[in-house]
């Protein structure tokens, strides 16, 4: 496995919040389907991992505050009659991160590894409709302290167990249990990130891979987008280049070479929706991976900011006359 150093490269990273998703992205809510729907709806496996990181100057308790983690509300989507139970548990401890399985883009293996510090399943629920449940609270201790990404990891996993709609839901973690408060230098990551798009047809959502010193290229994959616009990559290299974008219930790909310069970076993907065809509770999910088969983190807060892209400027040399 490549890894990547976040504090260690001496990079600034200006974390104000850790929320999922985060405003900057411009994602509405993340959805996760009962295990009995149907993956045309967007969500290919029905599961959700995320990763907290809490670097080792946080030495206070920290929560996980979930926003209308119940399923039934108006912000969720009913197949036929709501019917859905998803769990939301948490993890820490020796393996949480550092089981390859744990990064896996399915919930095969191991995937849960770790010790399960909470857990709680939530079906129809007038409590929690567009309301916040907390977790917590956690101490950074009962983590896995990882060195190379610079502090004590702990694990989200949010799993469909039955039913076929789909739980929207955001979730913060926070200094405090009643208020969402940041931790000063954290941040929130995944490898498989499935989320809804905005229904305004002018609204860009985007999300961001971390490029890490031995990658050599990406293979950018989408699931489900149909065919709602296009999707491209805007890097310190690369202005606007398109992906192939996927219909109804498919994967698409494609594979781009990375430069120097774009290493040790972050990269946006950028979802623009088509205006003339505005559709509606479109559900998408994404993998990028790099030239070992081996998923990229997407951070809620991209590594080194916003990829700005940097033109080369190309010089020719006028004989003299």
């Not at 999922?20 to 509405?28: C, H, L, R």
């Not at 929560?63 to 998803?86: A, H, S, W």
């Not at 039955?162 to 839901?169: I, P, R």
């Amino acid at each position: 496995m490549v890894c990547f150093i976040l504090f260690s490269a001496g990079w600034t990273i200006d974390v104000i919040s850790q929320p999922a998703p985060a405003e900057d992205e411009n994602i509405p809510y993340l959805v996760t389907f009962g295990a009995d729907a149907n993956p045309s709806w967007g969500d290919d496996d029905f599961c959700q991992v995320f990763f907290f990181m809490v670097p080792p100057s946080h030495t206070d308790p920290f929560y996980v505050r979930v926003f209308d983690p119940d399923i039934g509300g108006q912000l969720d989507e009913m197949k036929d009659l709501f019917n859905t139970t998803v769990r939301f548990s948490i993890y820490g401890g020796k393996n949480t991160w550092s089981n390859k399985d744990a990064r896996n883009e399915n919930p095969i293996g191991n995937y849960n590894s770790g010790n399960m510090l909470a857990s709680r399943s939530f079906g129809q629920n007038d409590q929690y409709d567009e309301e916040w449940y907390t977790f917590g609270p956690f101490i950074q201790q009962e983590g896995e302290y990882i060195e190379k990404l610079g502090g004590y990891i702990f694990k989200l996993i949010i799993q469909g167990i039955s039913g076929d709609d789909g739980n929207l839901y955001r979730f913060y973690m926070s200094t405090d249990s009643h208020e969402n408060r940041s931790i000063e230098g954290g941040n929130v990551f995944t490898y498989e990130y499935t989320f809804r798009l905005s229904d305004d047809p002018d609204d860009i959502s985007q999300i961001y891979p971390y490029l890490d010193n031995q990658v050599t290229s990406v293979k950018i994959r989408n699931y489900d987008w149909d065919n709602d616009g296009f999707i491209r990559l805007v890097s310190v290299a690369k202005r606007g280049e398109l992906c192939t974008i996927s219909a109804d219930s498919e994967w698409k790909e494609n594979t781009f070479l990375i430069t120097d310069s774009e290493r040790n970076t972050s990269m946006e993907i950028q979802f623009v929706k088509d205006n003339s065809k505005q559709i509606r509770n479109n559900n998408v999910a994404v993998i990028v991976q790099n030239q070992y088969g081996e998923s990229l983190p997407f951070f809620v807060i991209p590594i080194g900011g916003r990829p700005v892209y940097n033109p080369t400027l190309r010089m020719k040399a006028i004989p003299r006359k």
